[in-house]
């Protein structure tokens, strides 16, 4: 609350001012002076700078030395695309935005039908090769891709689908054919986070439909996103380790 002696100053100098001016009373106090008295906010905030790694917010918390000026440093991870750096609150409560960190990618439409060639073609290049398990030749995403590239309709085929499990003719030599399971559920790293740092694994169910069509649909409640945010916090912890200022990371 505004003691009565600056109170008194203001509505004094606010009786004498024709025009708005900037009037600091005897403690120390900045205020508008005008037809009315506010408390004046300097517009002095610096301009945000966007980049798209996580790598150039760690050289810019490294090596900017104007980036503790203001202070402590607030680096929040507010999603698995996106960080920003923050100063810490200035006297009018203020946070600057330093910077903001958005990843791009061309990201996988899931629970979308594709055509084969297309769903063939985001495969490998909008996710990750992961470890071939042990006693097996293939990945999830080397066996679909196998799957896709000999999958054929068949009018004389009869399918087979109990919810779970889906059969389809696929082609086993120059000229002939066979029936084989559909993989499902499969084990996926699609690239949805910034590419410094791991790209979550999640199970998908994979199903097939008619007119050569395939889809990939989420099947971990959305679970990735909370590792991806995890990997990111991880990152920079590493990063900021040999610091000597300052430096919160915070999640959300």
Wanted: hydrophobic share 40%.
């Amino acid at each position: 609350m505004m003691e009565k002696s600056a109170f008194e100053f203001l509505t004094d100098q606010a009786n004498a001012a024709a025009d708005k001016s900037i009037k600091t009373d005897g403690e120390g106090h900045t205020f508008k002076v005008g037809p009315n008295v506010e408390e004046y906010v300097p517009d002095d905030m610096p301009g945000t700078i966007l980049v798209s790694s996580l790598s150039s917010v760690a050289d810019f918390v490294n090596q900017v030395e104007d980036a503790t000026s203001r202070g402590q440093l607030l680096v929040q991870v507010e999603g698995p695309q996106r960080v920003v750096v923050k100063s810490a609150l200035d006297k009018y409560g203020r946070r600057a935005q330093f910077m903001v960190a958005e990843t791009i990618y061309d990201d996988f439409e899931f629970n979308r039908w594709y055509d084969r060639e297309t769903l063939n073609m985001a495969l490998q290049s909008k996710f990750v090769s992961l470890p071939v398990p042990e006693g097996r030749e293939y990945d999830d995403k080397g066996t679909l891709l196998r799957f896709l590239s000999a999958y054929k309709e068949s009018t004389e085929n009869t399918a087979s689908d109990d919810g779970v499990t889906q059969t389809a003719t696929v082609a086993t030599g120059a000229a002939s054919v066979g029936t084989a399971k559909v993989p499902n559920p499969v084990l996926l790293a699609p690239y949805r986070t910034f590419s410094e740092v791991e790209q979550p694994q999640s199970q998908f169910i994979f199903r097939m439909h008619e007119g050569m069509k395939g889809a990939l649909f989420e099947a971990d409640a959305g679970a990735w996103r909370s590792e991806a945010i995890q990997n990111i916090k991880a990152y920079f912890a590493e990063k900021f380790s040999k610091l000597d200022s300052d430096v919160v990371v915070v999640l959300g």
